[in-house]
């Protein structure tokens, strides 16, 4: 099981592959790893814990699994390299700081009707002249990069709080992780099965997405 601090301050390390099964990331499990540049969250990672990831500055890119509920504070402060984000449709909370000081950010996709709910930043007290710029994203995140949200809620997103500080909100139904072509099968434990990032499954789950046989396919027992 992973712990708090696992990997804190391993400056050289440039990847971590974790498990299925783990049901959250640790607060501080790989914070200061200024080197790293790929790691996988497991589909049944449900929480990011405090400062998780936090100044991660080589990270250019992290893939948020479906199911993932909670993003806790700093938990990727300071990861000045990340290009894009896209939260999944189960995302709820986002916790201070949590995405702020990304200063190469180009896009942020977010596919819940229902804006993620932004914890108020301590870094910048409300009563500061920032305003409503006190938010989980304003420190040094550019606020004119466009976010792409479900059609027919981007007023939703620009009279939230934290997400009022963007000012360039797209509606869409074709966010990057759209699945196509899906046939339904049930699992067979002769076949190789692997998720959508191209690695081995051995216990898949009812109603995911896999890929077999060299196409996507629903599982259903």
Known sequence: MAGTNTFQQNY???????PEG???IPSCFANDCWDLQEVNIPSTVKSIDRAA???CKSLKKINLPNGLETIEREAFYHCDSLEQIIFPATLNFLGQECCSYMPGLKRIYCMSSEPPVCKESTLNPGNSPFGKYNSDFYLRTPNDIPIYVPVGTAE?????WGWDYFTNFIETDDFPTSIHNVTTEHYD?????YDL???K??????GQVYIKNGKKTL???
Do not use: T
């Open 156 to 160: 939703k997103y620009r009279n939230a």
């Open 53 to 55: 990831f936090e100044q």
């Open 12 to 18: 050289p390390l440039k990847k971590i592959h974790l």
């Open 189 to 193: 434990s002769k076949n190789c099965v």
């Open 22 to 24: 783990l049901g959250r």
């Open 197 to 199: 990032m191209g690695r």
């Open 219 to 221: 599982f259903a027992y």
């Open 201 to 206: 499954v051995i216990n898949p789950q009812k």
